[in-house]
């Protein structure tokens, strides 16, 4: 190719290199905005709605009117619920900088955690059994957002559990790495569907479950942005067993 055909080809590259970060940096713009738009926007009249929902069932003493009231204030704190999971996943997608690293104690995290979920493990009258040391420290360099990793893989046994079952959380060592493991006795998951429930909206499907369908894939992302990783295995008593695992501080 001439010299001048090269520059030529070369300056086109060039152009259509800067359309593409341009395009790139405008969708970036407008994902923000959109989450930036959910995350207050729309969290403003919810709580609106769940405000004066609380004013009509205390003057009301009619049992239907509060009986709609629960299920109006329900599906508003479930809509809330999903802008946090699609905030959180548009947050964990810009990446975690070593300098956002700080030493958690992962004890302290799913003491939070569970504390967070008694209302959920009263309502199905689940027993969490717990099978690592309460009071030993499990150090990890992470970020906030290791909290809702662990949320939503607790949250998901619970959700998918039979009513009056057992789930055992462990937490061991093995070599550079703690290993959490979260186990159930509910449906399962088939082999072919192990990983694809860590996609976005992708959700096992049960009547009378409600959420985004964003839980695990921000599990995932979490875990991988801190150079873990997640993987599950099926309980010999039936149901799963969801394994996440992190390096130690």
Known sequence: ????????????????????????ARANRLQEMLVSIMSHDLRSPLS???GYSGLIRKQSDDETVKRFIDKIENAAMNADEMIGDIKTYSQVKGGVSRSDLGEIDLNAVLSDILRGLEGKIEERDITIDIKYQTGKRFPVLGTELLKNAFLHT???????SPEHET?????????????????????????????????????????????????LAITKSVIDAHNGNVRIEDNPG??????ITVPKA
């Open 238 to 243: 039936g149901g799963c067993i969801f394994y």
């Open 48 to 50: 609106v709605i769940v």
């Open 167 to 215: 789930i055992a959380l462990t937490l061991d060592g093995e070599g550079p790495d703690w290993v959490f493991g979260v186990s159930d006795h509910g449906d399962g998951i088939p082999d072919d569907e192990k990983e694809s429930v860590f996609e976005r909206f992708v959700r096992k499907e049960k009547r009378g479950i409600k959420g985004s369908g964003i839980g």
């Open 1 to 24: 190719m001439p010299e001048h055909g090269q520059r030529s080809a070369e300056r086109e590259r060039h152009q259509r290199e800067e359309r593409l970060a341009e395009e790139l």
């Open 154 to 160: 607790i949250d998901n046994a619970i959700k998918y």
